[in-house]
């Protein structure tokens, strides 16, 4: 969640006046029939197009976002339709090839990677964005990025969805894990208004098939839908497409805001004491235990503190809000004043800026740098603010001797994602106030280890009372899937007795494994923190 921290971070409208409009680069190719070393192929020509070691093209799409991960597979495809997905399945599951699949490469932990992964589908060319007169639905293919989305949407109908800040993460596994973004406290999570899916699936005969689901009472199909409401990318299948109406309209989704009024504010390290900081984080935490139920005014107002290492020098304090909310400006000034009581800001500025502007201007929340681009990211839910226990661990860790490229956010979240019952999704967690993200971000493959560690230790030390993990209790509500962390799963870092999938799905596991069992009963689709079979 680099992209949380790098914010420097009405009714429903939108009946399709571009009707049957599409967007998206990997539309035109296969429309115009494109094909050759430097396009995906045509869809209706062509199977997807094949990579092998060797070719030029093989090294340029192996990296995914997080560099420290690079796999070796014996293919990368490269698919442009859902047939072509179909065929590609197929084919790997007749050669016994384990699959993995990629839309944004934004993928925190090592899932598509591995050794073991022989086929990577690659589906970043499938990033049409348009509205489906037939579903009444707004389409999203699974390569398109949250920018492109946000960008399509809003030009064609003045419409959006509460996605997520950093504008080149893929919908793919965005809106598979859950999806979430400033417009979250006002509008719920993405998966709040997924309508449908199309999903390519493998039965037990081994052959893959195209599969419609619909959140739509009677549809036979609906668990797969379900499933897909916050159960992770990576587990049943291969989804093509998704398609979004908020619930109770007949084809809307919310309005895109106007403008965005942002406020940030920077603290110096050097007038913290272990007093002052726990103060700090304490009364962010107050703040959204109190103004965190659905429908409150200050549920419009999306902040996030982020706490570097002593070594970073600055703690940082990002507020966004939809500049036309009623009694805004107020709102903030108490919020931001109600957080920093006491310190002194070094930097202080408050803009308003269109809001697509912000939303998709290139490179906002990547972490690190282009070139070497490294890190490890760890999080929790939090349903109340941290204990004194808790906050004496982070000032621990913030000032040691290591960790000169790590931080901690806080994330501000529910209101209106709390309105959803904890069973009507797959996410789990509707009694949340924020989102807890540990991270540590570097350059170069010798500091691995030293990175590593020192995350490792932070998040260890701060629940150190729940086995190492955050064990669902009273302050601390288990994980969030698209924040994929492969330590929970490991019994040197996860002492709690209770699984990874367990921390990230809570009582929805058991349904979302006799999902997994009907829908991909052979396991193709699987990972370090995959689903099991029931």
Request: glycine letters at 14%; proline letters at 5%.
């Amino acid at each position: 969640m680099a992209g949380a921290g790098a914010v420097a971070a009405g009714g429903l409208i939108g009946q399709g006046r571009a009707t049957g409009a599409v967007t998206g680069a990997g539309q035109e190719a296969a429309a115009a029939g494109l094909t050759g070393p430097g396009q995906a192929g045509s869809a209706t020509q062509s199977g997807a197009v094949r990579i092998a070691p060797g070719d030029v093209r093989y090294e340029n799409l192996l990296r995914g976002n997080n560099f420290r991960f690079t796999g070796q597979p014996d293919e990368i495809r490269v698919a442009t339709s859902a047939d072509q997905v179909v065929r590609a399945v197929d084919e790997a599951v007749r050669a016994g090839r384990r699959i993995a699949v990629r839309s944004g490469g934004h993928c925190f932990e090592n899932l598509t990677a591995t050794p073991e992964v022989r086929t990577l589908l690659d589906l970043s060319a499938m990033n049409a964005v348009g509205f489906d007169a037939g579903r009444k639905a707004f389409s999203v293919q699974p390569g398109a990025t949250l920018g492109q989305v946000y960008r399509a949407l809003c030009s064609g109908w003045g419409v959006t969805i509460p996605g997520g800040g950093c504008p080149e993460v893929g919908a793919g596994g965005h809106f598979a894990g859950g999806g979430y973004g400033p417009l979250s406290r006002r509008y719920g999570a993405v998966v709040d208004h997924l309508y449908g899916v199309e999903v390519i699936v493998v039965g037990k005969d081994g052959k893959a098939r195209t599969v419609v689901a619909t959140r739509e009472q009677d549809d036979p199909n609906r668990e797969l839908w379900w499933a897909h409401t916050g159960g992770g990318g990576g587990n049943f299948g291969v989804v093509t497409k998704y398609w979004l109406r908020s619930p109770g309209s007949e084809s809307a989704l919310p309005p895109v805001p106007r403008n965005m009024l942002q406020h940030v504010v920077f603290w110096d390290w050097g007038q913290l004491t272990e007093e002052k900081l726990g103060g700090l984080v304490r009364r962010f935490g107050t703040w959204h235990e109190r103004n965190s139920a659905p429908g409150v005014p200050q549920a419009g107002l999306y902040g996030i503190l982020e706490v570097k290492h002593q070594a970073g020098g600055v703690v940082m304090l990002a507020v966004q809000a939809d500049a036309d909310l009623p009694g805004v400006d107020a709102m903030v000034t108490e919020f931001v004043a109600e957080v920093g009581e006491g310190l002194t800001p070094v930097f202080e500025l408050r803009k308003t800026m269109p809001w697509l502007h912000r939303m998709t201007w290139p490179g906002t929340g990547e972490p690190g740098d282009v070139l070497t681009r490294r890190y490890k990211i760890k999080a929790a839910y939090l349903r109340r603010s941290f204990t004194p226990e808790q906050l004496n661990a982070l000032w621990r860790n913030l000032t040691n001797a290591g960790g000169a490229g790590g931080s901690v956010l806080l994330i501000g979240y529910g209101g209106q994602a709390n309105a959803v019952a904890p069973g009507d999704t797959a996410v789990a967690q509707r009694d949340v106030v924020m989102k807890a993200v540990y991270q540590s971000i570097w350059s170069e493959e010798q500091e691995d280890a030293a990175n590593l560690a020192w995350v490792r230790a932070l998040y260890r030390d701060v629940y150190a009372d729940t086995g190492g993990v955050p064990v669902p209790n009273e302050v601390n509500d288990g994980s969030y899937i698209n924040y994929a962390d492969a330590d929970l799963a490991d019994p040197a870092w996860n002492t709690s007795g209770v699984s990874a999938q367990r921390l990230y799905y809570k009582d929805n596991y058991p349904r979302l494994q006799r999902v997994k069992a009907r829908w991909d009963p052979r396991n193709v689709f699987r990972h370090a923190l995959a689903i099991e079979p029931g």
